[in-house]
C-alpha cells in the first residue's frame, strides 16, 4: 500500500468540506470534550472490542503545515480502510458532490496549457452547459433566448475546483446534499438532475453517432440538451484541431437513472459535434403558432411617411412568453396599426397583436397579424 507524501498534486484535489462530510457520513465522531484551536478530533466507529482510533484533521487550508497534516489523515484512513490512498481520495472528492470533468486531449505546441481567450470560451460554454441544464430542469424546452431564473441560482452553487494535469481539465463541483442535511430520500436533489441531464445529452449524442440518426438527440429535449446546451457544447471545445473529453464522478449517497448508470466518459470527435450542430439548429426552429402577443413597445422604424401603405412600417414588443423569458419580437403592420402602435409608444402603455409567432434564425417575428389593440 503507497503512503502519499505532501507534494503530491491529488492532495490538492481534497476539500476541508467534502473530508468533513466523507467522516460523518462514515459513523467518525467529532470530540467534544477537547478544543483544539488549529485541528479537530475524530474518533472512528468501535470495533467489536469497543476500540478506537482518532486522527486530527485540520481546520484550515492556510496553515503552513496543512498538507502535512492532510498527508497524515489520508495515509491512516488508508490504513484503516485497506485501501489505496488515490482511492480513498477518490470517495472523499466524491461524497455529497458529483465531479464533471472535462480534458481537451491534445492542447498544441504547449503542454498542459492553453491561450487565455481559449480557456476564457471553455469556461463560458461550461458555464453555459450548467445554466441552460437548469433551465430545462425547471421547464423542458426546445430552446431559451435566456436563462430561467432559477437557473442563475443554481450556478451560484457550482464550484470550479483544481485544475488536473494530463492534457489541460476544468472540474466543476456540484454540491447535491448537505452534510446532516435533512431530505426526501425518494427525490432526486435538484442538482444531480441537472448533472444527469447533461449526462444523459452525452450519452444520446453517443448513441446517435452509432446510429446515424442525429434526430435521437433532438426528439429527447424533455430530458436532454436544448439548442443552448448544445451551442455550449461547441463552444467548449475548438472543433477543428482539439478533442475534448468529458466525464462525471458521481455522490454515491444518491443513486443514479438507470438509463445513464453505465456513462462513464465521452470524446467528442468531429462526428459528435456533426451531431450536436444538427441538434442545435432543429432545436431553434419554432413552427408558427398562434399567439396573443402584449408588450411596451421598445422600437419604432420606418424609412419614409408612415401613411404611405407601400412602406414597410415594423415595431418591436418587449415580450414574457409562458416561460417567463423575454423576447424582442418584430411585427410589421400596416399604416393604421402602425398609428396605433406609436399612440402606445408615446404613453408608455401595453399594445397587443393576435398573429402567428415564430422564429426564424434568431429573430421573434410575428405574421398573419389578425388585430392590434392598445390598452386604454
Not at 414597410?312 to 418587449?318: D, F, G, M, P, V
Request: hydrophobic share 35%; aromatic share 10%; glycine share 4%.
Amino acid at each position: 500500500m503507497n503512503l502519499i507524501n505532501i507534494n503530491s498534486p491529488i492532495l490538492k484535489t481534497i476539500n476541508l468540506e467534502s473530508l468533513n462530510s466523507f467522516l460523518s457520513l462514515k459513523g467518525w465522531t467529532r470530540s467534544s470534550d477537547v478544543y483544539l484551536d488549529k485541528n479537530t478530533i475524530y474518533s472512528s466507529p468501535k470495533n467489536p472490542l469497543g476500540e478506537s482510533i482518532e486522527i486530527l484533521v485540520p481546520n484550515s487550508s492556510t496553515f503552513i503545515d496543512y498538507y502535512n497534516r492532510l498527508a497524515d489523515v489520508i495515509n491512516t484512513l488508508s490504513f484503516y480502510y485497506d485501501q489505496d490512498t488515490s482511492d480513498v481520495i477518490r470517495s472523499i472528492s466524491s461524497c455529497f458532490t458529483d465531479i464533471f470533468q472535462t480534458r481537451i486531449i491534445d492542447t498544441g505546441l504547449f503542454e498542459n496549457s492553453l491561450p487565455i481567450d481559449e480557456v476564457y470560451r471553455e469556461i463560458g460554454g461550461i458555464r453555459s452547459l450548467f445554466l441552460y441544464g437548469a433551465s430545462s430542469e425547471v421547464t423542458p424546452s426546445r430552446h431559451f433566448d435566456n436563462p430561467l431564473s432559477r437557473s442563475q441560482k443554481f450556478i451560484e452553487n457550482c464550484r470550479f475546483g483544481h485544475t488536473f494535469k494530463g492534457s489541460f481539465g476544468f472540474t466543476v463541483e456540484l454540491p447535491i446534499i448537505k452534510a446532516r442535511e435533512e431530505r426526501d430520500l425518494f427525490e432526486i436533489p435538484f442538482e444531480r438532475k441537472v448533472n444527469e441531464r447533461i449526462a444523459r445529452g452525452l450519452n444520446l449524442i453517443s448513441q446517435a453517432v452509432k446510429s446515424d440518426n442525429a434526430d435521437i438527440l433532438v426528439d429527447a429535449y424533455n430530458t436532454a440538451f436544448n439548442s443552448k446546451m448544445c451551442d455550449a457544447l461547441l463552444n467548449i471545445s475548438n472543433q477543428a484541431s482539439k478533442s475534448v473529453e468529458l466525464s462525471f464522478n458521481w455522490a454515491k449517497e444518491v443513486d443514479l437513472s438507470e438509463d445513464i448508470r453505465n456513462f462513464k466518459s465521452i470524446i467528442l470527435t468531429e462526428a459528435h459535434y456533426d451531431v450536436i450542430s444538427y441538434a442545435s439548429s432543429k432545436l431553434k426552429e419554432v413552427p408558427p403558432e398562434d399567439k396573443l402577443v402584449m408588450g411596451k413597445i421598445i422600437n419604432l422604424h420606418c424609412n419614409n411617411n408612415p401613411v404611405d401603405e407601400s412602406i414597410t412600417k415594423s415595431i418591436i414588443i418587449k415580450y414574457i412568453d409562458d416561460n417567463s423569458s423575454k423576447l424582442d419580437v418584430k411585427a410589421t403592420l400596416n399604416s393604421h396599426d402602425y398609428k396605433l402602435a406609436c399612440k402606445a409608444h408615446i404613453e408608455g402603455v401595453d399594445i397587443t397583436i393576435n398573429g402567428k409567432l415564430e422564429r426564424t434564425g434568431g429573430q421573434w417575428t410575428l405574421t398573419d397579424i389578425k388585430s392590434v389593440k392598445v390598452k386604454s
